[in-house]
């Protein structure tokens, strides 16, 4: 865990590489919070399930993954297990399980 906080060489600012790009630049943090919730947003909106073939309610999500990291604790594991159960993420996993 030592070198995820204090590490001098480690990432400090959020990095964006634009598609095709060759050069990372830095945005600022409200930028990148912003241009994540707006994917996950439209990626949701493409493929939320609201019901199965039978029209039973399921209002799940199929077509976005979540993988969870050893170094996160547990109080962080269960949050971001919550917040994809929220969205509707049916596929999730974790490190410590791979």
Aim: net charge positive; hydrophobic share 35%.
């Amino acid at each position: 865990m030592l070198s995820l906080t204090r590490n001098p060489h480690r990432v400090t600012k959020p990095l964006y590489r634009a598609p095709f790009s060759d050069k990372w630049e830095e945005k600022s943090w409200d930028w990148t919070l912003d241009r994540i919730a707006q994917r996950v947003r439209e990626t949701r909106d493409k493929g939320f399930i609201k019901a199965n073939a039978k029209g039973q309610q399921v209002n799940r999500l199929e077509n976005l993954f979540v993988i969870g990291t050893s170094h996160m604790d547990n109080e962080e594991c269960a949050l971001t297990a919550q917040a994809m159960r929220a969205l509707g993420v049916v596929y999730t996993d974790h490190q410590a399980r791979i």
